[in-house]
């Protein structure tokens, strides 16, 4: 091997000062692998820190423009963080009960209440609290480090047929795509359905869902009636039943008079032939 060959292949042997860079584990910022502790964020690398940043954590964020890449927090440590002053009412913080959406903390249920308000009226309300004194909205949050609050999926229009994402729509679901069966790939329905436009399928899809919608309206609508119905009926039964209950009542307290005077008359013959 000649010199410039080795002279070429000499750097990629040489290891790059990036190679001994670590990310924090806390911040993600680029460390030095022998650094007991991040410059950006100050975290420590030794294990109990490491453990104690672990129990803190959880599905709640606090945005903050000078901590992007911090991870979530517990509820009991957004709890903590809101004692301490360091979460007000205009902070901006997401987590299980925003479905992972940035919500003013105002507004945002099972939090808003440790500032002192109702997150739905607005309304005063005490940190223990279970539920608001003016509207009755519950105030309780899940503790579970471990759920993220997220909705369910759901098919979108143009995502597949109409039909398909009505079912999904409607469906319940903990997280995953609902199973809904293809149709045959021989059907002229999906055959014609594969060759829509997007716009197409967009609005058919969107009709559909408010097909499935006005449809379990109406049936909701049904069973209210036929509930209405029943009450009335069991309503009628009762009011005949008092009725009858009442006739019978009736004639007794005529009996028991008739049965009292026709005493007291006999009683009346017998003191006047004795005297």
Known sequence: MNDVTERQIQPAMTPSPKAAELPCPYCGALQPAASPECASCGG??????????????????????????????????????????????????????????????????????????????????????????????????????????????????????????AESTLATSSGAWAVIDEPPASSAAFEESKVESGVTRATAGVQAVQNAVNKSAHRAQEESTRAAQDALAEFQTLTRSLRLRSLWLSWGLAVAVMTSTGLAIALLVVLLRNT
């Open 44 to 165: 420590v690398f030794e294990p109990l820190s490491r453990q104690a940043s672990q129990n803190a954590m959880g599905p709640w964020w606090v945005r903050d423009e000078q901590a992007p890449h911090h991870p979530g927090c517990s509820y009991d440590t957004l709890r903590k963080l809101v004692q301490r002053k360091k979460v007000s009412r205009e902070s901006i913080i997401r987590g299980p009960t925003t479905r992972q959406f940035w919500m003013l903390a105002q507004d945002v249920p099972g939090v808003s209440h440790l500032l002192g308000l109702c997150y739905a009226c607005h309304n005063e309300a005490g940190s223990q609290e279970y539920m608001c004194r003016s509207c009755g909205a519950v105030f309780e949050a899940s503790v579970d480090r471990q759920r993220l609050g997220l909705a369910p999926m759901r098919l979108l229009p143009g995502d597949a047929s109409p039909e398909q994402v």
